[in-house]
């Protein structure tokens, strides 16, 4: 069993990333609902939480279906984290966690997310500070390093741990490199493979079938997998994963009932936690995923995009069900 502190979280974990605008609430319920093992806030500004930002403050919400659950943490400066774990402590989560490895600009140019990664003396008092604030585990996620050329991941490991972290998620993409490419999880396996290392490694990068979570698991050696794009109009994909680890055969595909029947009950939690006009808007980013690849689908998915109330989203959704059970009716007679 994978334990992170002294938190049981399961035999081979399957965590949900922490992803901004996405990881909400909401979203959170329907990946829990289908089969995610460990869960994060999406990032929240230390600076936002310290100045009683509502929009900072608002992410801290969690509810008790969701443990375990972790709270993200971001910021450049030392002081600023220690507070503000300090008010994340006050909100009950499970773990606090560290990000050193957004790379957007706006994070990476204040000091903060992979920026850290240029500054690794800093990056160990910031973590040190943090773990000295607060009784829960902290977990750091961070990327394989800033560029090529420093690619220190292996060493910022074993140093963070030796601080008191209680475990370490990798994404396997340098601050450089972004998005692009693929990752590289050669390096991943170096820092689990390295017998000084004792706490959860868990890898992140690019997992979006069962097949490759298999292939990663065996051929890496991780203690479990973050997902994060994957899973976004998709959640099936934790429960998918799970059972091809454990039977080796694929789950039969959400069809078309299930979809709806899950976007609707996302959008309505979405309403309920941010309102209905945000609720509504925010949603629209979905949809595009959770009927990807089916037949017939454009035309609803630019009114379901265009829909201004739940109530003319859900009648959309209904109208698309009718009329796919209608046309199999036509195609069996
Ligand atoms: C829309 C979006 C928002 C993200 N926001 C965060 C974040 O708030 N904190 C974080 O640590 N990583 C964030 N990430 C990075 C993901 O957690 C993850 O490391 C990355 O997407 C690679 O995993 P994947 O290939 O499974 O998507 C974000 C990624 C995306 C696509």
Same mark, same amino acid.
């Given at each position: 069993?994978?334990?992170?502190?002294?938190?049981?979280?399961?035999?081979?974990?399957?965590?949900?990333?922490?992803?901004?605008?996405?990881?909400?609430?909401?979203?959170?319920?329907?990946?829990?609902?289908?089969? %995610?093992?460990?869960? $994060?806030?999406?990032?929240?500004?230390?600076?936002?939480?310290?100045?009683?930002?509502?929009?900072?403050?608002?992410?801290?919400?969690?509810?008790?279906?969701?443990?375990?659950?972790?709270?993200?943490?971001?910021?450049?400066?030392?002081?600023?984290?220690?507070?503000?774990?300090?008010?994340?402590?006050?909100?009950?989560?499970?773990?606090?966690?560290?990000? $050193?490895?957004?790379?957007?600009?706006?994070?990476?140019?204040?000091? %903060?997310?992979?920026?850290?990664?240029?500054?690794?003396?800093?990056?160990?008092?910031?973590?040190?500070?943090?773990?000295?604030?607060?009784?829960?585990?902290?977990?750091?996620?961070?990327?394989?390093?800033?560029?090529?050329?420093?690619?220190?991941?292996?060493?910022?490991?074993?140093?963070?741990?030796?601080?008191?972290?209680?475990?370490?998620?990798?994404?396997?993409?340098?601050?450089?490199?972004? $998005?692009?490419?693929?990752?590289?999880?050669?390096?991943?396996?170096?820092?689990?493979?390295?017998?000084?290392?004792?706490?959860?490694?868990?890898?992140?990068?690019?997992?979006?079938?069962?097949?490759?979570? #298999?292939?990663? +698991?065996?051929?890496?050696?991780?203690?479990?997998?973050?997902?994060?794009?994957?899973?976004?109009? $998709?959640?099936?994909?934790?429960?998918?994963?799970?059972?091809?680890?454990?039977?080796?055969?694929?789950?039969? %595909?959400?069809? #078309?009932?299930?979809?709806?029947?899950?976007?609707?009950?996302?959008?309505?939690?979405?309403?309920?936690?941010?309102?209905?006009?945000?609720?509504?808007?925010?949603?629209?980013?979905?949809?595009?995923?959770?009927? +990807?690849?089916?037949?017939?689908?454009?035309?609803?998915?630019?009114?379901?995009?265009?829909?201004?109330?739940?109530?003319?989203?859900?009648?959309?959704?209904?109208?698309?069900?009718?009329?796919?059970?209608?046309?199999?009716?036509?195609?069996?007679?």
């Amino acid at each position: 069993m994978v334990k992170i502190g002294n938190i049981e979280i399961a035999e081979f974990p399957l965590l949900l990333a922490p992803m901004e605008d996405v990881s909400d609430p909401p979203f959170r319920a329907v990946c829990k609902q289908n089969g %995610a093992d460990l869960m $994060y806030t999406e990032f929240i500004s230390s600076e936002g939480l310290i100045r009683d930002a509502a929009k900072s403050r608002q992410k801290l919400d969690i509810f008790e279906y969701e443990r375990p659950i972790g709270i993200q943490l971001f910021g450049g400066n030392v002081d600023s984290m220690r507070e503000a774990a300090e008010i994340a402590t006050a909100a009950r989560p499970d773990l606090i966690d560290i990000n $050193y490895g957004c790379p957007v600009k706006a994070v990476a140019c204040k000091g %903060a997310g992979a920026a850290l990664l240029q500054d690794i003396p800093k990056m160990v008092r910031m973590t040190e500070e943090v773990v000295k604030s607060t009784h829960l585990p902290v977990t750091v996620k961070t990327r394989l390093g800033w560029d090529e050329q420093t690619k220190n991941i292996v060493e910022v490991a074993e140093r963070l741990q030796d601080i008191g972290i209680k475990a370490l998620s990798i994404h396997g993409r340098t601050r450089v490199q972004m $998005y692009k490419g693929s990752a590289d999880w050669t390096l991943i396996a170096k820092v689990k493979e390295n017998p000084r290392m004792h706490i959860p490694i868990f890898g992140n990068g690019d997992i979006d079938t069962p097949q490759k979570a #298999l292939e990663y +698991k065996n051929r890496y050696g991780v203690d479990g997998l973050m997902i994060g794009r994957a899973s976004i109009g $998709y959640p099936w994909i934790f429960n998918e994963i799970k059972h091809f680890l454990a039977t080796g055969e694929m789950l039969i %595909a959400p069809d #078309l009932n299930e979809r709806v029947k899950v976007a609707k009950q996302h959008l309505d939690f979405s309403i309920r936690w941010k309102g209905p006009k945000l609720g509504v808007f925010e949603m629209r980013r979905h949809y595009t995923n959770y009927f +990807k690849g089916m037949q017939d689908i454009k035309p609803y998915r630019t009114r379901l995009v265009e829909a201004p109330t739940a109530e003319a989203v859900h009648e959309i959704l209904d109208e698309l069900v009718n009329a796919v059970e209608f046309s199999t009716s036509l195609s069996v007679l």
